[in-house]
C-alpha cells in the first residue's frame, strides 16, 4: 500500500528556516517524480517544486531560490528545505507521487502546517 | 505563466448533473486532471488525462477537454459530492505544474 506520511511543520518567524520531510512507503521515490504542493488557509492548491527521477528540480517564481527539494534514497524519504521564510508561506504542506508523462498526482499525503509569524 | 479558470461555485441539487469548467489557452491540446477536496482532508484524483477514471472513482465522475475549456461532470449528484474541486495539468513549456482556483460545489 503506498503511504505518504510528512512531518516538520510548526511555527517559525519570519526569515526563519525549516524542513519538511515526507516518509513515503510501498514505493521507491527515486523511481518516480515527487511534488511538494501548498494551500494556504482557505485558499486554492499551489505547486510549490518537482524533483524528477534523474534529480532535476523545478520551482515556482514564489518560492525559487528560497526552497529546495530533495531525497534520500537510502530512507525512502522527500525534503523541502525552505529558507527565508514568508508570513505568506503559511500553509499545509503535502507531499505527492507524480505520474509521467502526463503530470498527474495519484498519492497524497495527509500534510503538514507550517505557520510563519512573529 | 499559464492560468487555468475555474467558476468559483457550483451549486446543484441531488440527483442533477453537476459541470465544473476549467479555462486554458488552448488547454485541449494538454492533459487536465481533477481533484475532490473535502475540508481538512487530502486532494483526491478523481479523473486523469482528461477523461480516466483511477480505480475506485464511481462511474458518475467524467471528464472531458477541448478547446479552451477541460469539464469534469458529477452525474446524479450526492450530498457526499459536496467539496472543492480543482483541476490541473502540466505546462511543458515551463516545466511547472499548475492548479485551477478551485470550485466548490455545493449539493442542495
Known amino acids: 500500500e503506498v503511504q505518504l506520511v510528512e512531518s516538520g511543520g510548526g511555527l517559525v518567524q519570519p526569515g526563519g528556516s525549516l524542513r519538511l520531510s515526507c516518509a513515503a512507503s510501498?514505493?521507491?521515490?527515486?523511481?518516480?517524480?515527487m511534488s511538494w504542493v501548498r494551500q494556504a488557509p482557505g485558499k486554492g492548491l499551489e505547486w510549490v517544486s518537482v524533483?524528477?527521477?534523474?534529480?532535476?528540480?523545478y520551482y515556482p517564481d514564489s518560492v525559487k531560490g528560497r526552497f529546495t527539494i530533495s531525497r534520500d534514497n537510502s530512507k525512502n524519504t522527500l525534503y523541502l528545505q525552505m529558507n527565508s521564510l514568508r508570513a505568506e508561506d503559511t500553509a499545509v504542506y503535502y507531499c505527492?507521487?507524480?505520474?509521467?508523462?502526463?503530470?498527474?498526482?495519484?498519492?497524497w499525503g495527509q500534510g503538514t502546517l507550517v505557520t510563519v509569524s512573529s | 505563466s499559464y492560468v487555468l479558470t475555474q467558476p468559483p461555485s457550483v451549486s446543484v441539487a441531488p440527483g442533477q448533473t453537476a459541470r465544473i469548467t476549467c479555462g486554458g489557452n488552448?488547454?485541449?491540446?494538454?492533459?487536465v486532471h481533477w481533484y475532490q477536496q473535502k475540508p481538512g482532508q487530502a486532494p483526491v484524483l478523481v479523473v486523469y488525462?482528461?477523461?480516466d477514471r483511477p480505480s475506485g472513482i464511481p462511474e458518475r465522475f467524467s471528464g472531458s477537454n477541448s478547446g479552451n475549456t477541460a469539464t469534469l461532470t458529477i452525474s446524479r449528484v450526492e450530498a457526499g459530492d459536496e467539496a472543492d474541486y480543482y483541476c490541473?495539468?502540466?505546462?511543458?513549456?515551463?516545466?511547472?505544474?499548475?492548479f485551477g482556483t478551485g470550485t466548490k460545489v455545493t449539493v442542495l
Open positions: 505527492a507521487r507524480g505520474s509521467y508523462p502526463s503530470g498527474y498526482y495519484d498519492y
Open positions: 510501498g514505493f521507491t521515490v527515486s523511481s518516480n517524480y
Open positions: 524533483i524528477y527521477t534523474g534529480g532535476s528540480a
Open positions: 488552448n488547454i485541449g491540446s494538454k492533459s
Open positions: 488525462d482528461d477523461s
Open positions: 490541473q495539468m502540466w505546462d511543458s513549456s515551463s516545466d511547472h505544474y499548475v
